[in-house]
């Protein structure tokens, strides 16, 4: 199995997070756990395996090109033969940059991505699916995107005010209240609170949980603090709080977690060690 990521380009920073490339290499099934991040992301499939998720009691194949709402709770997933994906890792309020829909309709399942953007995107699959390089394949990705933002002249104002929320959010040692945030950009909370959903999917409560939660996990990871520190130190009341906020987002304990158990994040943290990355200029 191998992982690595690649930098947009420099008119989509703004927006992508990162591409990635995921390879299982052999045709053992494994399955795993997704947890919350925060973001969206789109996954083109152009391997000979299939990938499943279970939004219920059953797994279900995922599409040929995927569009991941936010994930609100853990997700299992299930690798089938030898997938080989393509992924786009939005920022948590640029996936409205290309979509027209309202954003928390997709929360928590995995969208037929041809079907919401129409012929345009099996038509990119198709040429992923022939290209020989994985240069060639994200230059493919960027013309795609750049063409769909240039598209989204009139949502941008809107998702740059999102965008300065989350990072005022971000900053616990400086947390306002959602009417002073507001009366900053001369709105009503509760209007920002509908942008928020609108262009995240998220309510701004729910997205400092996520936000918190994942420099917990990452903390964890490192493994060069204690629980307790890191409780206080991702601004939990307490080290129970922190225990079922955790709980919430993963169905473990945060003694219970270990990175060694999920395959696709042991890959994930390895990332640089298989590839040469490949950065769009």
């Given at each position: 199995m191998t992982y690595h990521e690649f930098k947009p380009?420099?008119?989509?920073?703004p927006y992508v997070k990162h591409y990635y490339v995921y390879e299982?290499?052999?045709?053992?099934?494994?399955?795993?756990?997704?947890?919350?991040?925060?973001?969206?992301?789109i996954?083109?499939?152009?391997?000979?395996?299939s990938w499943l998720t279970q939004p219920g009691q059953e797994f279900v194949t995922t599409p040929a090109v995927e569009l991941w709402g936010q994930v609100l709770r853990p997700l299992a997933v299930?690798?089938?033969?030898?997938?080989?994906?393509?992924?786009?890792?939005?920022?948590?309020?640029?996936?409205?940059?290309?979509?027209?829909d309202r954003i928390n309709q997709f929360n928590h399942q995995v969208a037929n991505f041809g079907d919401v953007m129409g012929k345009e995107v099996h038509s990119l699959h198709s040429q992923l699916t022939d290209a020989r390089s994985w240069t060639k394949r994200l230059a493919l990705v960027e013309t795609f995107l750049l063409q769909q933002l240039s598209l989204a002249t009139k949502r941008l104002n809107k998702i740059a005010v999102v965008s300065d929320l989350m990072l005022k959010l971000q900053q616990q040692?400086?947390?306002?209240?959602?009417?002073?945030?507001?009366?900053r950009y001369g709105i009503s909370a509760r209007y920002m609170q509908q942008l928020f959903v609108?262009?995240?999917?998220?309510?701004?409560?729910?997205?400092?949980?996520?936000?918190?939660?994942?420099?917990?996990?990452?903390?964890?990871?490192?493994?060069?603090?204690?629980l307790t520190s890191i409780a206080y130190e991702c601004g939990y009341a307490d080290q129970s709080h922190f225990i079922r906020e955790f709980k919430t987002f993963t169905g473990l304990t945060?003694?219970?977690y270990a990175i060694a158990n999920s395959p696709v994040e042991l890959a994930a943290s390895l990332v640089?060690?298989?590839?040469?990355?490949?950065l769009i200029a």
């Open positions: 380009g420099k008119a989509l920073q299982s290499t052999c045709d053992a099934a494994f399955e795993d756990v997704v947890f919350p991040c925060g973001s969206m992301e996954i083109f499939n152009l391997g000979s395996g299930r690798s089938i033969g030898r997938n080989t994906m393509l992924g786009i890792r939005f920022y948590p309020h640029a996936a409205a940059s290309i979509l027209n040692e400086s947390f306002d209240t959602m009417e002073t945030l507001a009366t609108q262009y995240t999917g998220l309510t701004p409560k729910l997205y400092s949980q996520i936000n918190r939660f994942q420099n917990s996990l990452q903390l964890i990871r490192e493994g060069n603090s204690s945060p003694s219970g640089g060690q298989q590839y040469e990355g490949v």
